[in-house]
Each structure stands twice: as structure tokens, then as C-alpha cells.
């Protein structure tokens, strides 16, 4: 590998296939571990073992996850889980933050990476943003600045750097990056004042910051991870960052859709990005490489910017913790299912059921993720299409258990036919519970029901906690963390 090839090689990451090493993998500034690397704890061990012996120059390479918990969690088998960002939003709590950052940073530390991309510090603003959704910590800038900071503090203190994103924000816009650009036309001042807010507070002491795949009209028409007067202007120059600025993934469809992710990536270097992010496809890595290389020779690319992206990854390579024992003992176990327990939130009406009374009515339920049975074994579980399905053969179904309701609705705002569906039912059953079970953005679905709570996630963590709170009599605290028009 020649000095400019190592150059272009140590500023991508790459993920790739597979739970165990490839010596075909090249070698990288850095690897992103998805699900499909973690079946288990020790498999995902020994992969990163092997990955950290791949070096470019005298440093490890970074080895990076989206641990931010509830639905977005690569690893799951034998740690701790770890309810969404909104639910951590929904409790108010820094110093409970810092407790989950500290405790995922063990948990990541034994599976050998070295950086948490988390926390996000999208803002909620937008109901039919789902992309975003549970995974923001709310609404209101102060606290989900005060909420990121506590939490990347917990992931310094056990020693796993952070990763703030999605800059400079993906939450006002329900348009999906991963499939097409969104664009915010937004006003500068409002941007300033809302979305920035967060990324504002951290700037100047942050390791790293991820760009969003977005157009922030007020700051430029290309997208930001793209853009020198977003990044370079707006980040480093504006607000003091010092860090180095990742890409989120290039082969996204809002830049990389078809053959575009290497000249993307190229043009995010370009711009000021630093490490280069390729989720999915070595051979896109390899050949974003190339294309670095070629565009330093053809003078489109100054060889200084590239020097200087590659000394930023550099920096965090050599800041990565060395791993912990797989055997270690927690900080703070149990502090997953804690905050899940806390967030949950009452909107009106008494929070208790018993298990042998009821049934679960579960509309869109993931069937890889665990349902209320698995912490009430004697309750009905009745899982319903998230469209609805049939009504009437529902409410068939309901009365043949001669048992109380709990209706679990997911995103009812954005499904006509499950919020007739949750209509019918609190008309037949006065008495239901209604859970709003992600975004509480449907709670004005069920304004009817006399008992309604938010509960953030349909994660094991969530549930666990709902089930607290339902079954166990402990005494929820949340305030929902997000607005939510509900009349009263």
C-alpha cells in the first residue's frame, strides 16, 4: 500500500457481511458492526479481536456500532437492554443518562468497539417522522442537550467515545434519508434557535459528530453531509467543533443511490467529512478508496484536506479503550428496565391491571421482539394487523376472552384503520387501557379511553417496564417529551 493509498484508506469504515473475519477485508480507518455481526456477545468478541489486528499505520482501526437503545441496538444477547432515547427523554433525568451511557460503554467495551454512534440529537418535531421517531430523546433543544451531553459523559466515563448526530438535524422532516434526500426550509434563525441547539451545546468538547443526508435550505441546496458551509462554516468555524465529522452511510438513497456513493464520498471529503461511512458493501469501500486516491493524483482533491480528515481519525483510533473481560460486572445493571419503568407516562386514569383479567390487544406487532406474555405469562395476547384488520371479527375475538382490554397501539396516527379499530373497541369496552407503545403522537387516537399511558418502545426494556408499572404496581414518572395536542 503506497503512503496516499493508506491516506485514502485510513478516512473510510466499512461494514460488511458475516460474525466472523474475512482476511479478504480490507484494511480500513475503521469497521461498523450491524445485527447480522452480533448473534452473541463472545462471537462479536472474537470478531473485533481479529478486526483490531487489521491496522493502518501504528494505530487500531475504530470498530463503531448504533447502540442507542430500544429499537436501534445491534447487539442484544447478553447485555444490557436499553429502552429508546425517548423513553430516556420521557424520565428527565441527566444523571439516570449518564447511568445508561455508562453501562452501554461496559457492555460495548466487552464486545471489543471502541465508539458508540449515540447519542442522536434530533429534535422531535414532526409526527410522521419515523426514521427519527423513538430514537430522539424529544422536543425541547435544552433538554435533549442536557439529556445528550449526560449520556455521551456516561459513555466517556466508561470509556467508549460518543458519536453526536445527526447534524444539523433530521427530525423536522418525515422524508426517510435512507430512501430520498429530505430538504427543511426552515429559516436560519429558527434552525439556530431549535434544531442547532443541541449540537450548539456539545460542539466544542465533542470527539465526533455524524452528518445528516439532508438540505437545510437556509445554509445551502446541497445536502450537509455534503456541504463545506455546513460542515466546515456552520460546525467548525460557527460552533467551535474540533472533532472529527463521520459521514452517516454513503450508499443511502438521499446521496448513494445507485453508483453514486464514491462520488459522494469523494465529494463529502471534499466538503470537510473526515471518516466515510459504507454500511453494507466492502467492494464500495475499496472502491471509494480508489477514488480518493485518483482524485488527490488528478488535483481535484488537495492532498492537505486529505492529511488533515485522515489525522482526525487518527485521533480517535488512538483514543479507543482497550476492551474489558467478557466476565466484568456491570456498573449499573438493571438500569435499562429502570428507565423504561420511569418513562412511562400517564395521561389519565389509573395505571393498573391484572394479567388474569385481561388481554392484550396488539396492534402491529414485530414478531421477533417479545410481547407482554413474556412478563404477564397469564395474559391473552391478541396481535392485529397495524392497518387494523378486520374490526369486527376483533372485537369477536375480544369478547370471546371475556377479558378487560389492554389496547397497544403503535403509530395509530398514521393508520386510519387501527384508530377506527381502537374507536370501536374503547366504545364496547368503556373500561379499556389504551398504551400508546412508540411515539405518543397518537394519544389524541384514544382521547375517549379512561386509562392512557405512553410507554416509548415495544422493546424487551420497554416492556419490561410497562409490565412494572401495569402488573407490578410500581409508580410510573414520566412526562411525555414531545407535543402532543391532546385537549386537556
Given amino acids: 500500500m503506497t503512503e496516499l493509498e493508506l491516506l485514502a484508506a485510513g478516512v473510510v469504515a466499512s461494514g460488511f457481511g458475516g460474525d466472523a473475519f474475512d482476511e479478504a ?14 448473534p452473541s456477545l463472545p462471537v462479536v468478541r472474537a470478531l473485533t479481536d481479529a478486526l483490531r489486528r487489521r491496522r493502518i499505520g501504528d494505530a487500531e482501526p475504530l470498530v463503531a456500532i448504533d447502540q442507542e437503545g430500544g429499537r436501534v441496538l445491534r447487539l442484544r444477547d447478553g447485555v444490557e437492554p436499553m429502552p429508546s432515547m425517548m423513553a430516556l427523554g420521557a424520565t428527565g433525568d441527566a444523571e439516570l443518562a449518564r447511568r445508561a451511557g455508562e453501562q452501554t460503554a461496559f457492555d460495548l467495551r466487552r464486545a471489543g468497539c471502541t465508539m458508540n454512534l449515540a447519542p442522536v440529537l434530533d429534535l422531535a418535531l414532526n409526527a410522521g417522522n419515523t426514521v427519527i421517531g423513538t430514537r430522539s430523546l424529544g422536543s425541547d433543544p435544552q433538554r435533549v442537550a442536557e439529556l445528550g451531553a449526560a449520556y455521551a459523559e ?13 447534524f444539523p438535524g433530521h427530525g423536522a422532516t418525515a422524508i426517510d434519508s435512507h430512501v430520498a434526500l429530505p430538504v427543511i426550509e426552515t429559516d436560519a434563525q429558527t434552525l439556530r434557535a431549535r434544531d442547532l441547539l443541541p449540537f450548539a451545546a456539545v460542539a466544542r468538547g465533542a470527539a465526533a459528530v455524524m452528518s445528516a443526508h439532508v438540505v437545510a435550505s437556509a445554509f445551502d441546496r446541497r445536502p450537509a453531509s455534503l456541504s463545506p458551509a455546513v460542515g466546515d462554516g456552520l460546525l467548525r468555524r460557527e460552533l467551535g467543533f474540533d472533532g472529527a465529522l463521520l459521514s452517516d452511510c454513503l450508499q443511502m438513497g438521499a446521496v448513494g443511490s445507485g453508483n453514486g456513493s464514491v462520488p459522494a464520498g469523494v465529494d463529502a471529503l471534499r466538503a470537510g467529512t473526515d471518516l466515510l461511512l459504507v454500511s453494507d458493501d466492502v467492494e464500495t469501500a475499496r472502491a471509494l478508496v480508489r477514488a480518493i486516491a485518483a482524485a488527490v493524483r488528478s488535483g481535484s482533491l488537495p492532498r492537505p484536506r486529505l492529511e488533515e480528515a485522515y489525522e482526525r481519525v487518527l485521533r480517535l483510533r488512538r483514543s479507543g ?13 438493571g438500569v435499562g428496565r429502570e428507565i423504561a419503568r420511569r418513562a412511562i407516562t400517564v395521561v389519565r386514569g389509573v395505571p393498573h391491571a391484572d394479567p388474569v383479567a385481561c388481554c392484550a390487544v396488539d396492534f402491529g406487532p414485530d414478531e421477533t421482539r417479545p ?4 412478563e404477564a405469562p397469564a395474559i391473552v395476547h391478541l396481535p392485529c394487523p397495524i392497518d387494523g384488520g378486520d374490526q369486527t371479527a376483533l372485537l369477536a375475538r375480544i369478547a370471546e376472552t371475556e377479558r378487560r382490554p389492554i389496547v397497544l397501539m403503535r403509530r395509530a396516527h398514521l393508520h386510519a384503520a387501527q384508530a377506527a379499530g381502537v374507536a370501536r373497541i374503547l366504545e364496547a369496552y368503556p373500561d379499556a387501557a389504551v398504551v400508546s407503545m412508540l411515539e405518543p403522537y397518537d394519544l389524541p387516537v384514544a382521547l375517549r379511553a379512561r386509562h392512557l399511558l405512553a410507554a416509548y418502545g415495544d422493546d424487551r426494556a420497554s416492556l419490561g417496564g410497562l ?11 414520566g412526562r411525555l417529551p414531545v407535543t402532543v395536542g391532546l385537549g386537556v
Fill in 25 to 38: 477485508l480490507p484494511a480500513l480507518g475503521g469497521y461498523v458492526l450491524f445485527a447480522r455481526n452480533c
Fill in 154 to 166: 456516561g459513555l466517556s466515563r466508561g470509556g467508549v467515545l460518543a458519536c453526536f448526530k445527526h
Fill in 321 to 333: 479503550a482497550a476492551p474489558l473481560a467478557l466476565d466484568g460486572f456491570p456498573p449499573h445493571p
Fill in 371 to 374: 410481547d407482554l406474555t413474556h
Fill in 467 to 477: 409490565a412494572d408499572v401495569l402488573f407490578g404496581g410500581s409508580r410510573p414518572e
